[in-house]
């Protein structure tokens, strides 16, 4: 098997053979089916769609060897988008340019070229995060709830303690 997702309380954690990531599930903003241009209509694409509230703190937490893969995987939705005429070709090149985060941390090589390609994913579609759709057993749709199922109950969980840690203070 290639791909194998993990949810636990605090996190989602995608497996590859090349590597994984993980993402709190307080850093992300929104999970979606995300729609490319083909042609003159909008279609969904094959991946699952994730957007994140900042790159600071995902930066480490992916290793090299996964970034280059992805770079990779995702360079389709890339073509696609230079096919319709929504970005420059160079655009759709691999940019081994540092990386800077806004925290001011500099990034670089693959896991550099990986956060740039995000940034001009996330431009066009709305997303920084592809979960090829294919590493599934079940709907798109029925995924994403569950995604959002496991967000909603972390942020319950933190909004919990926040006003425990509230009335101990008062």
């Known amino acids: 098997q290639q791909y194998c997702l993990g949810l636990t309380d605090d996190k989602l954690f995608y497996y590859h053979r090349q590597g994984k ?8 903003q ?18 699952i769609g994730i957007k ?27 073509i696609l988008a ?4 929504e970005i420059e070709v160079e655009q759709t090149q691999i940019n ?6 806004s925290s001011g941390q ?7 070229a990986w956060l740039h390609q995000m940034k001009i994913l996330r431009r066009i579609y709305g997303y920084d995060l592809y979960i090829p759709i294919n590493c599934f057993n079940s709907p798109a749709d029925q995924i994403i709830s569950l995604f959002k199922k496991n967000q909603q109950r972390a ?3 933190i909004n919990d303690i926040k006003l425990y ?6």
């Open 165 to 170: 840690q509230n009335n101990i203070n008062d």
């Open 106 to 112: 500099e990034i670089t090589g693959p896991i550099a």
């Open 30 to 47: 929104l999970v979606h089916h995300p729609k490319g241009n083909d042609g003159l209509e909008q279609r969904d694409i094959n991946f």
């Open 155 to 157: 942020i319950s969980s």
């Open 82 to 85: 230079f096919q319709n005429n």
């Open 96 to 101: 081994l340019a540092p990386f800077k985060t």
């Open 52 to 78: 994140l509230r900042s790159y600071d703190c995902e930066t480490n937490t992916i290793s090299p060897r996964l970034a280059n893969h992805l770079l990779h995987e995702q360079n389709n939705l890339l």
């Open 21 to 28: 990531w993980s993402i709190s599930w307080s850093n992300i």
